[in-house]
């Protein structure tokens, strides 16, 4: 319990000096207290949760090389920075994903929900147009481009499987799950308004702040087992 306090209290002491750096103008402070708020994060995870799992270990570990990465960009060229920071998002979104994906019955979901998988569909598309069209006139088209648009199918999908898993399980662990998907993705999209629209330090403390959200919630599911749906026709492992 004291260990669990003590990790708790450096994350939220981390992300207050992330909070007072971003809004007083330090923003290479603010930039590197930042860098260490999800590893310290995965650290909390490692150290207090008895019963892990090998695909959520994987996400921390990648998100939180990703965080790290940025600590030495300055070391590294443009593109080395920009290709190795977001595979390894990348591979951290794909971790979680198939963490979810091996507790739905894929059979079940087809056939129960055809509609929800049509809508998701044709809503993901949408918005990755839209966010391609954000970009688009900031990178060319070439790996840059192909880069994002991975990113965010990938990210897309995450959010996807999340709230399917949600309507399969219907229980506080696949709830927690899709909660936090759902603030890592405007996360992200957030995040890319700081990008490419304007560099406001409000949109950086917003983005931070739900992605540390969604870490709350993926730790706490971390803790769950996946109890009996109430919706009786529901498959459970």
Do not use: W
Not at 6 to 11: M, Q, S, W, Y
Not at 41 to 49: E, P, R
Not at 135 to 153: A, K, Q, S, W
């Amino acid at each position: 319990m004291n260990k669990s306090i003590f990790l708790v209290g450096l994350v939220l002491l981390i992300y207050a000096l992330f909070v007072v750096f971003q809004f007083s103008g330090h923003d290479l402070l603010a930039f590197n207290f930042r860098s260490l708020i999800f590893p310290a994060v995965a650290l909390t995870y490692f150290i207090c949760v008895k019963e892990k799992s090998v695909f959520f270990i994987l996400f921390l570990i990648f998100y939180s090389l990703s965080e790290l990465l940025a600590l030495i960009s300055d070391k590294l060229s443009y593109s080395v920075d920009y290709l190795l920071g977001n595979i390894l998002y990348i591979l951290a979104y794909l971790m979680l994903f198939i963490k979810i994906c091996k507790s739905i019955s894929l059979a079940h979901v087809l056939k129960n929900f055809k509609i929800h998988i049509l809508v998701l569909t044709a809503l993901n598309i949408y918005i990755v147009y839209v966010l391609q069209v954000i970009i688009g006139p900031h990178v060319e088209l070439n790996h840059e481009y192909f880069v994002e648009l991975v990113y965010n199918i990938v990210m897309l999908l995450l959010l996807s499987s999340s709230l399917l898993n949600y309507f399969y399980r219907d229980n506080k662990k696949s709830l927690y799950l899709f909660i936090g998907s759902l603030c890592i993705v405007f996360s992200e999209v957030i995040s890319v308004a700081y990008l490419y629209v304007a560099e406001q330090d409000l949109l950086s403390f917003t983005a931070v702040s739900l992605a540390l959200i969604a870490f709350y919630f993926f730790y706490q599911q971390s803790k769950l087992e996946n109890e009996e749906s109430i919706n009786n026709n529901m498959l459970i492992d």
